[in-house]
T-cell receptor
Framework: AQSVTQLGSHVSVSEGALVLLRCNYS??????LFWYVQYPNQGLQLLLK??????LVKGINGFEAEFKKSETSFHLTKPSAHMSDAAEYFC??????????FGAGTTVTVRA | DAEITQSPRHKITETGRQVTLACHQT?????MFWYRQDLGHGLRLIHY???????NKGEVSDGYSVSRSNTEDLPLTLESAASSQTSVYFC???????????FGPGTRLTVT
């Protein structure tokens, strides 16, 4: 079985500052890992995915995440926050059964 | 372009009524999923299907049912709606690799 823990339900950053969202996973098989973003009253949009290729994964909108097996982590970062990054972010993991297990989500607020 | 649609987008119903939420995808994907999203819980898996005539229970399946009579559709039925089923419901699909799921826009269901 797979599971994900997102550390911090709310993160507030200043515009231009680093965005760091933490995600730790548990999986009995080599995992596929994902970050999704959800803007208010919208569906989920895939930011990036790790599928056992490069451990540093680049996604859309300047986001990237690094897979660290030794730490069972898949933290999401963006060097410089923009007002448009205000949203809820979900980390998710899947294994051989194709089912996604989601974290509880982290809401990002960007201060001007 | 291929897509995944959900209907209705918003639904208000009364306790005890039967409700069916529709999900239709034109990706020709074998795998289809239903999730519910609640504050503090992220998305949780309700039911899923790996193909026609195949259905499986997810993490929070009590009070819900699905049927898969063709590749394109996986309707979700609430047999007797309860206030605890007030939520936002997302449908998703994935292909045979199962690596990435594509999400519909969601249905906001209120049970009064």
């Amino acid at each position: 079985a797979q599971s994900v823990t997102q550390l911090g339900s709310h993160v507030s950053v200043s515009e231009g500052a680093l965005v760091l969202l933490r995600c730790n996973y548990s999986s009995s098989v080599p995992p596929y890992l994902f970050w999704y973003v959800q803007y208010p009253n919208q569906g989920l949009q895939l930011l990036l995915k790790y599928t056992s290729a490069a451990t540093l994964v680049k996604g859309i909108n300047g986001f990237e995440a690094e897979f660290k097996k030794s730490e069972t982590s898949f933290h999401l970062t963006k060097p410089s926050a923009h007002m448009s990054d205000a949203a809820e972010y979900f980390c998710a993991v899947t294994g051989n059964d194709y089912k996604l297990s989601f974290g509880a989500g982290t809401t990002v607020t960007v201060r001007a | 372009d291929a897509e995944i649609t959900q209907s209705p987008r918003h639904k208000i119903t009364e306790t005890g009524r039967q409700v069916t939420l529709a999900c239709h995808q034109t990706w020709n994907h074998n795998n289809m999923f239903w999730y519910r999203q609640d504050l503090g819980h992220g998305l949780r898996l309700i039911h899923y299907s790996y193909g026609v005539q195949d259905t499986n229970k997810g993490e929070v399946s009590d009070g819900y049912s699905v049927s898969r009579s063709n590749t394109e559709d996986l309707p979700l039925t609430l047999e007797s709606a309860a206030s605890s089923q007030t939520s936002v419901y997302f449908c998703a699909s994935s292909d045979g690799t199962g690596v990435e799921q594509y999400f519909g826009p969601g249905t906001r269901l209120t049970v009064t």
